[in-house]
């Protein structure tokens, strides 16, 4: 039994993996699923969470590194040392709670821009772990959110896409030396 992925939680000088920016194609596009998660996997993982602890993250998807994989990392807690980040691989919502809240959300891919985002407050997601187990969990409130925020950069779908104050959203964007031409809002 391979031993679980453990990183230290500290800032890395020259983080292993360099995070795409809005605008970059790479974002854009939907990942592919994980056939097998190996030792490949693993250490994919391992160096997300330091490039994530590194950038002050809390949440990083594999196409924000340019992977195209739907391997994403979360911890909520990460100045806790005893709380173990959390893998997630190939992740489904199986369901979504009755209860949508407006909650800020920023991304290590749009840095600077802190906007509100509804989303549904509870999800159940199903997932197989770093070794490969599937697992699944009832996530609420922030967790649920970073779940939900990571899993839609595995559909190239982007936080801004969701943001329903267009001027709050150009003003930002602008502010931080982004272009709205960037921005795909759902419908």
Known sequence: MPA?????????KNPPLKIHYLGDRVLRQPAKRVAKVDQSIRHLAEQMLQTMYSSEGIGLAAPQVGVNKQII????????????????INPVIKSFGKTLCDAQEGCLSIPGVYL?????????????????????????ELLSRVIQHEMDHLKGIMF??????SLALTAELKKYGFS????KPIT
């Open 116 to 140: 509100d985002v509804q989303r549904p407050d509870v999800i159940e997601v199903a997932y197989k772990d770093e070794n490969g187990h599937p697992k699944t969990l009832k996530a609420k």
């Open 180 to 183: 709205s031409q960037a921005v």
């Open 4 to 12: 679980p992925v453990l990183v230290e939680k500290k800032k890395l």
């Open 73 to 88: 990392v979360i911890d909520c807690e990460p100045e806790n040392p005893e709380n173990p980040p959390l893998i997630l």
């Open 160 to 165: 801004v896409d969701r943001v329903d104050n």
